[in-house]
């Protein structure tokens, strides 16, 4: 009795406990640069590098672009090309350093775009839903801000002189993008119409304000994003009647005419649609702004492409202005809306999304060089997104099974997801999605474990492709090929920056020979 009575009375204290919080030394900063030194000095001692230097940087971002989904898109653009799709080689496929990345957040198992953006890009892991900021600071609590800010391998690129850009399918101030110059505790606020009034009045800033003024000089910036820039009820420019797109600022500022003004005297050039943008001359120009969409863009099946340029139009002109630099560039690429399609349960549009995002990664290849230019794609997280069933070979990727279900004797989509809206009942059975057009039904699932209003991220590793001639950078970036194949996500911005000498150790001094800004390493575990 006695025993069985310790026994509940544990089970009670264990179930009464409070979920443990993360360690408190995450919170600061220096945790993960130390960390960082540790992984990286171990490294290098494993093998002998290469000591050259690379002159630019590319990193891909699939935003949700989970294993899974790597594997789905390929199969996909082989059949778009009449093949089976199995055999196909996406652009990443090619790279030859593939490694896994772990993207927790540091008060999360299952990340978000917001803190992993400042683990990947800041090298500081940081709390779901904050950018730029460390795990100090705590979610909409403008008050914990200050302080913890961290900076990110943009900046480190462009104190270093070079030219930086930032290219997303969604609106620039989403969370990928904002991590790159903003630090705001709350991925929504994308303009003051989205703050708080406490948050105003305690002096937080918006992040489109912090795109335009905590690195007044990006050289290229395009997205979506326009109804943030303008003060609230003016109408957008592209759908002047339609008041969900008017602008939502409520300080009265006109950030895209302010930065007009501001490099009117500079080879600069604004515009908020593809032919704008495709009539330009690289040449003549050395600031970009574009936005073309009040909100994210289009998805790739839907794009005007009479006023909506795709992502790699937004790449080729983006590299095109950016190599003019002598010094280099780094450049931000987010096929952002693959994650969206998966949020909806629109598998046909996260696929062709990455199927996109890959034809940008081709076009990025053809304009520079393997012996200057380090080109990395890789995924912020993953979703709960699978497909199998027996499928055989060359069936369509968005097609049925080739059997049907054990339990009720219906047919399934190869295509599942966990959660989320394409959960369906017909007098209380599952649909018989035999009778569905799949080849053209953009929810290519039916059958969930949990009905849900949207789809959820997962915490799957995702992973990293890279590709360099200068082995050094890859050898940083991708440690696996010196021996450590799992990474996290706070050790990519400082394996980045380390070759090209935005960052050093002091037992390495010489990587920076000839260097135009090295300091101290900030890796992130």
Partial sequence: MKVAALFILGCLVWGGMAKPEFPEPE???????????????NALTLQDLNKNVAKNIILFLGDGMGVPTVT??????????????????LEMDKFPYVALSKTY?????????????????????????????????????????????VTSILKWAKDAGKSVGIVTTTRVNHATPSAAYAHCV????????????????????????????????????????RRNMYPRNTPDV??????????????????????????????????????????????????????????????????????????????????????????GFYLLVEGGRI?????????????????????????????TSIYDTLTVVTADHSHVFSFGGYTPRGNSI???????????????????????????????????????????????????????????????????FGILFFLLFYELWLLFWLGLSLLSFSSLSPSLAFPVCLITISQHRFVCFNCFHCFWIVFYQ
């Fill in 27 to 41: 919170k600061d900063p220096d945790f993960w640069k130390e960390w960082a030194q540790r992984t990286l000095k």
């Fill in 72 to 89: 789905a898109a390929r199969i996909l653009k082989g059949q778009m090309s009449g093949q089976s799709g199995e055999e196909t080689q």
């Fill in 105 to 149: 957040n540091t008060n999360a198992q299952v990340p978000d775009s917001a803190g992993t953006a400042t683990a990947y890009l800041c090298g500081v892991k940081a709390n779901e839903g904050t950018v730029g900021v460390s795990a100090a600071a705590v979610r909409s609590q403008c008050n914990t801000t200050q302080g913890n800010e």
């Fill in 186 to 225: 709350d991925r929504d606020w994308y303009s003051d119409g989205d703050m708080p009034t406490e948050a105003l009045q305690s002096g937080c800033k918006d992040i489109a304000r912090q795109l335009f003024e905590n690195i007044p000089d990006i050289d290229v910036i395009m997205g979506g994003g």
């Fill in 238 to 327: 592209e759908y002047p009647g339609d008041k969900k797109h008017n602008g939502t600022r409520k300080d009265g500022r006109n950030l895209v005419g302010e930065w007009i003004d501001r490099v009117k005297d500079k080879k600069s050039y604004y515009a908020w649609n593809r032919k704008d943008l495709l009539s330009l001359n690289p040449n003549n120009v050395d600031y970009l702004l574009g936005l073309f969409e009040p909100a994210d863009l289009p998805y790739e099946l839907e794009r005007n492409k009479e006023t909506d340029p795709s992502l790699t139009e937004m790449v080729d002109v983006a590299i095109k202005i950016l190599r003019k630099n002598e010094r």
């Fill in 339 to 367: 994650d969206h399609g998966h949020h909806e349960g629109k598998a046909k549009q996260a696929l062709h999304e990455a199927v996109e995002m890959d034809r940008a990664i081709t076009r990025a290849g053809l304009l």
């Fill in 398 to 464: 968005f097609g049925l099974a080739p059997t049907v279900s054990d339990i009720d004797q219906k047919p399934f989509t190869s295509i599942l997801y966990g959660n989320g809206p394409g959960f369906k009942l017909v007098n209380s059975t599952r649909e018989n999605v035999s009778t569905v057009d799949y080849g053209k039904y953009l929810q290519a699932d039916r059958y969930l474990i949990l009905p849900r209003s949207s789809y959820i991220w997962d915490t799957w590793n995702v992973g990293i």
